[in-house]
């Protein structure tokens, strides 16, 4: 049984993510983790209210986030009744990012589910302050990012961008291998190329690998000229191509690490119209139980 983890809010936005993750799961055995986590203020000054309707503000708030949480799954067995399907809710005072990385380390989670909404800040325009915090802290489990409006379609059409300088190890391609194999999606590997330059005999190693990871699985290789920065160009081959879901490894000089640090200016056109499947880098001493027990379950 898969465990995922999906952090709410009780947005809109987090109610997409949770809508999103119920339909593509909608044929495996999971169990559900819905996270809300809330930090009120403390007031400190005899002129701030320390009680709302004869309730202390921290076991208000506190009972806000149960009741939502409650609300919530009700929600979800009313739209979707999946006997698939189990939940567990956890509401804490704790700072987001803290506490999922916790509840990852402490119940084994294989995926956390989170939505995205564009944000105003400097550093997070095109995905999101909270989403963009939680896939760098994010080293043992993929993260599945779903855009505000994105309404579910089944991804038939996977982009795996790539630039080939690195070896993946069979436990950071599997999450990616397992949706494929779960829709019979085709793959589609992207490497920007920076000019007209041949691959390296490191890059055509690590591409004949890749290859071979996914013998078996519908795919196809693709280099498309950079334009104005990788985010972009990702996004117009996404658009071309009718790409359902973007994954991609998160290591040191990545795609990811670079779109997230391009200049405002470039990257403002990227705000993540597909879902984004963001895998941490797990090495060869990184490999994850859960993953080969979930592999094991699968093949057999």
């Not at 999606?185 to 007209?196: D, E, N, P, S, W």
């Amino acid at each position: 049984m898969q465990k995922i983890l999906i952090p709410t809010d009780f947005s809109e936005n987090s109610w997409n993510a949770i809508d999103y993750a119920m339909q593509l799961f909608r044929k495996k055995s999971c169990t559900f983790y819905l996270l809300n986590t809330y930090t009120p203020v403390i007031p400190s000054s005899r002129f701030m209210a320390k009680m709302i309707d004869g309730i202390r503000v921290v076991d208000a708030v506190r009972n806000a986030s149960e009741e939502g949480l409650k609300k919530t799954v009700d929600r979800v067995k009313r739209k979707y009744r999946n006997t698939n399907h189990k939940f567990k809710t956890i509401s804490s005072f704790n700072l987001l990012v803290d506490e999922v990385t916790d509840i990852v380390d402490s119940e084994g989670i294989q995926l956390i589910v989170t939505g995205t909404k564009g944000a105003s800040g400097i550093d997070e325009v095109f995905m999101g302050s909270n989403t963009v915090r939680i896939i760098k802290s994010s080293k043992k489990c993929p993260v599945l990012a779903i855009p505000q409006h994105f309404a579910f379609v089944t991804p038939s059409e996977i982009a795996f961008a790539t630039d080939f300088n690195r070896f993946y190890t069979s436990s950071e391609l599997y999450p990616l291998l397992e949706l494929a194999n779960m829709f019979q999606a085709t793959i589609r590997i992207v490497h920007v190329q920076y000019g007209i330059k041949a691959l390296s005999e490191l890059q055509q190693f690590n591409l004949n690998m890749l290859r071979r990871y996914l013998e078996g699985t519908e795919h196809y290789v693709h280099t498309v000229s950079e334009l104005n920065s990788v985010s972009q160009t990702l996004e117009i081959f996404s658009q071309e191509l009718d790409i359902h879901l973007l994954a991609l490894l998160n290591y040191q000089h990545s795609y990811m690490e670079k779109m997230t640090r391009e200049p405002v200016v470039k990257r403002t056109a990227f705000h993540t119209q597909i879902p984004l499947l963001v895998i941490p880098e797990l090495g060869m001493e990184g490999v994850s139980n859960d993953w080969e027990e979930e592999e094991n379950t699968v093949s057999n």
